[in-house]
């Protein structure tokens, strides 16, 4: 079973810039759509972005576009999302995940909490 | 982008009794590429990313108790629990793959009468 493991997530300014992880335990996932989900504390999920398998192509939800930028290193298994001019709005516990659906995996990390605060 | 409604936004039922979740979308998510209904349901508990419980609106996942069912097409779902044992109560949240961007429903939380 692959394992989706989130660091970088913490405390920062808002207008402050935070990169984040999300390195997989298979090569596996390189074959993957990657996404990265959001929810903010005690609210739903929240769709930020998507990277093709490639890295070719990303699509930022119009909430995020402008301020971050998701990447992938596939030689490292590991997916990236840089989060820059950070608002106080963006204070969530970020996930990596396939986002699967019947012939594709549905993986998730347990997620790394970022707080947006002065 | 396609906006998905939950309904309710809460749910107490008594153990052993039947749940029923609705989910509708502001657009179909039938795709006749594969014809299947681009729909799928989340049960997620506190502390914990979501599960997958059912894909393809219909189809449960590879080791989802059969008490879990999904139904429904087009634009109007519904998740149902059949008997509801204590290790459901949860938040469900239905999510559409239908387009980018993906969109998922505002959640119902699920708790025992």
């Known amino acids: 079973e692959v394992q989706l493991v989130e660091s970088g997530g913490s405390l920062v300014q808002p207008g402050g810039s935070l990169r984040l992880s999300c390195a997989a335990s298979?090569?596996?996932?390189?074959?993957?759509?990657m996404h990265w989900v959001r929810q903010a504390p005690g609210k739903g999920l929240e769709w930020v972005s998507v990277i093709k398998n490639d890295g070719s192509s990303t699509i930022y939800a119009d909430s995020v576009k402008g301020r971050f930028t998701t990447s992938r290193d596939n030689a490292r298994n590991t997916v990236y999302l840089q989060m820059n001019r950070l608002r106080v709005e963006d204070t969530a516990v970020y996930y990596c995940?396939?986002?699967?659906?019947?012939?594709?995996?549905?993986?998730w990390g347990q997620g790394t909490l970022v707080t947006v605060d002065s | 982008d396609i906006v998905m409604t939950q309904s309710p936004d809460s749910l107490a039922v008594s153990l052993g009794e039947r749940a029923t979740i609705n989910c509708k979308s502001s657009?179909?998510?039938?795709?006749?590429?594969?014809?299947?209904?681009?729909l799928v349901w989340y049960q997620q508990k506190p502390g914990q990313p979501p599960k997958l419980l059912i894909y393809?609106?219909?189809t449960r996942e590879s080791g989802v108790p059969d008490r879990f069912s999904g139904s429904g097409s087009g634009t109007d779902f519904t998740l149902t629990i059949s008997s509801l044992q204590a290790e459901d109560v949860a938040v469900y949240y239905c999510r559409q793959y239908y387009t980018i961007p993906v969109t998922f429903g505002q959640g119902t939380r699920l708790e025992i009468k």
């Open positions: 995940t396939t986002l699967g659906a019947g012939n594709i995996n549905d993986y």
């Open positions: 657009q179909s998510l039938f795709s006749s590429s594969n014809n299947k209904n681009n």
């Open positions: 298979e090569s596996t996932v390189n074959g993957h759509w």
């Open positions: 393809g609106a219909s």
